[in-house]
């Protein structure tokens, strides 16, 4: 059977180039036909130096690959995938899993390769995505339940103040009152980020981050250090820059309350990281660029007891905390088709936020 040179294959596979998923297509010797840019950049190897030689030696375990090549020449599956580590020229391993499928001609093979990492990071944000969105339904619904029989408590309240005589009563229906206050608020901000218009408009992030800069600094003003780390190649993208600023302060405010310790001993330190990354692919999407705002602090970390369900509503790791801030900042994010993710150890946590960018 006659194959094509790998020039003319190149040509026929190029919008492989597009994708960041690591992908080659070989034939049922064995020899690669064409690798797109990702499976170059991951194994620190030219394409021109891989098309002809033997893909099964990109693995510590080539025979495996070989197995898999015989089973699709006999037809045993249209489909396989199995794990196996990738050998790149630093000599590092990289574990994947790899999708060995039939090509759309007779004798090709396509090779699908995703680090392990990266596969548990999708699935993790898939649980983040679908739990966000459950959250949002529900707060928003409880808080209309919640929002409808305060207004009648509220009045009620009013109206016995009025009649009764004993001042120990009043002060009692003074509570109740204030409570149902209390509660509105809290109802108000449950609600906020369905109520507010979206204002679409051109954002610097560093702009956002030097607004949050000063508002955290003139409540902490001397025990207090928050460094910036910018990249100034960031472009401005489409947004909504007041509720950037207010996701932006959630998260800044948080490590600032938890920075308490630290605080008193005047090492308290919050680092503001700005970078691109490219290629990337959260929230079931690829982008080719994408904006990172990391906020790192050098706090205690995220107690082991609520990391899985920091960005759930009411729940707070600070003695007195709502719960909201961060559940708020992640809806904002989300509302920009981004991301926020947390990776915390004692004296390290880093907040990242995730914006794609045109």
């Not at 206050?181 to 809290?186: E, G, H, S, V, W």
Request: with cysteine.
């Amino acid at each position: 059977m006659a194959f094509g040179k790998p020039a003319a294959a190149g040509k026929r596979f190029q919008t492989f180039d597009l994708l960041s998923t690591l992908i080659a297509v070989i034939r049922m010797d064995g020899a690669v036909l064409f690798a797109n840019a990702a499976l170059e950049d991951a194994l620190g190897t030219s394409r021109r130096t891989l098309e002809g030689s033997q893909f099964g030696t990109c693995f510590q375990e080539p025979n495996v690959l070989r197995t898999a090549i015989d089973g699709a020449r006999s037809n045993d599956f249209a489909t396989l995938r199995y794990e196996a580590l990738l050998r790149r020229v630093s000599h590092e391993m990289m574990p994947v899993q790899v999708t060995l499928a039939q090509g759309d001609k007779p004798g090709e093979l396509i090779i699908e390769l995703i680090p392990i990492e990266q596969q548990v990071r999708q699935d993790r944000e898939e649980r983040l995505l679908d739990q966000a969105q459950a959250n949002k339904e529900l707060i928003r619904n409880l808080a209309h339940e919640i929002k409808n029989p305060l207004g009648g408590i509220r009045g009620a309240a009013q109206l016995l103040q009025m009649e009764v005589e004993s001042r120990d009563l009043v002060e009692y229906t003074q509570v109740i009152i204030h409570e149902a206050d209390r509660l509105q608020t809290l109802v108000d901000r449950l609600l906020a980020p369905h109520r507010r218009p979206h204002v679409v408009g051109d954002v610097n992030i560093h702009e956002v981050c030097e607004r949050v800069r000063s508002v955290i600094l003139a409540e902490f003003p001397r025990d207090l250090d928050i460094e910036r780390d910018f990249d100034p190649s960031l472009p401005e993208f489409r947004g909504d820059r007041e509720q950037l600023i207010q996701a932006t302060l959630n998260i800044v405010h948080n490590a600032a309350q938890a920075l308490a310790e630290r605080r008193a001993a005047g090492d308290a330190r919050i680092t503001l990281k700005t970078r691109v990354a490219r290629q990337v692919i959260f929230n079931k999407q690829w982008y080719r660029l994408a904006l990172e705002l990391h906020v790192i602090d050098n706090g205690p970390g995220v107690p082991d007891a609520i990391k899985d369900r920091i960005f759930y509503p009411l729940v707070s790791g600070r003695e007195g905390g709502t719960g909201l801030g961060l559940t708020l900042a992640q809806t904002f994010v989300q509302q920009h088709h981004g991301l926020i993710e947390c990776d915390s150890v004692p004296g390290r946590t880093d907040f990242k936020i995730l914006i794609p960018l045109p």
